[in-house]
């Protein structure tokens, strides 16, 4: 073989090679192929109002789920199957916080544990050197953990539960999700990457909300947000999140600048939704 046709030979492979291993390439690919039905089937189960999205956005959902999918791996634990279902359940509340936004899907992020139901954990509540952000125990076991390391732990059945109920403010999928948004930062301390926002109201607006959920909490009074968020702001940003996409007509009304922050934050208003 003559030295020109090798040296083209080795350049189409070097092209090839290229390619497939450039990121924005790859994920063209994969948001090319069809959404299968089945898997439509199991996000209008997650995510009941996805007809209620504009066409846009139910397509950047899709898209985003299949990116999601092809780059993280499931993992079944204490006797879990992993099926369809699990995947696109998990995969369609996720990928729900991204809607709007210039962001990658959760690139720090490569395993996803699934356990039947609560788990038990060793670890305590305190954030450790191995990254652990949150654990949720509502004395039967542990819901989610979210790991700053490429990690979310869930219970099957909580997930399940919380795509069932989309009104009760209450969803382990976006309460753990909204952690490994995060910590993208560096540490999960409740101030996100903005891309673009203004961090002086967010700080001030998130502070005094935090400051009032837990006096609310010392005095008894009602909420509309899970009282776990007064734990510390990385647990009131994981709450507040929840309470934004599942109660946020309420939201709104009760806590007005919370919602308007978490709104732009999140670029959408799930108040057309519900």
């Known amino acids: 073989m003559a030295i020109t046709e090798l040296s083209i030979i080795l350049l189409i492979v070097l092209v090839v090679v290229v390619g497939y291993s450039y990121p924005g390439w790859r994920d063209r690919r994969i948001v090319a192929r069809p959404f299968p039905d089945a898997w439509q089937q199991h996000l209008v189960r997650a995510v009941p109002y996805v007809n209620r999205l504009a066409p846009g956005e139910q397509q950047q959902l899709r898209d985003n789920i299949q990116r999601f999918l092809a780059h993280k791996t499931f993992h079944g634990c204490g006797g879990q199957v992993i099926t369809d279902e699990i995947r696109i359940t998990i995969a369609a509340q996720a990928c729900l916080l991204l809607l709007n936004r210039r962001t990658a899907v959760y690139p720090r ?29 509502h004395g039967h076991g542990l819901l989610g953990e979210s790991w700053h390391y490429g990690k979310v732990i869930l219970s099957w059945d909580d997930v399940r539960h919380g795509a069932a109920n989309i009104h009760d403010g209450d969803n382990v999928v976006l309460h753990e999700f909204s952690h490994q948004l995060d910590s993208e930062s560096g540490s999960a301390n409740g ?84």
């Open 109 to 137: 992020l490569k395993h996803i544990l699934v356990y039947p139901d609560a788990f038990v954990s060793n670890l305590g509540h305190e954030e450790n050197d191995d990254g652990i952000v949150d654990i949720e125990d």
């Open 191 to 274: 101030a996100p990457v903005m891309h673009g926002g203004n961090y002086t109201a967010w700080a001030q607006i998130l502070s005094e909300e935090f400051e009032e959920l837990n006096e609310d909490f010392h005095h008894h009074h009602e909420s509309v947000m899970d009282y776990y968020g007064a734990t510390n702001p990385a647990e009131f940003f994981a709450v507040a999140t929840e309470t934004f996409f599942e109660k946020p007509h309420q939201l709104r009304k009760r806590h007005a600048e919370l919602f308007e922050v978490l709104r732009e934050y999140y670029a959408v208003d799930p108040t057309a939704w519900q």
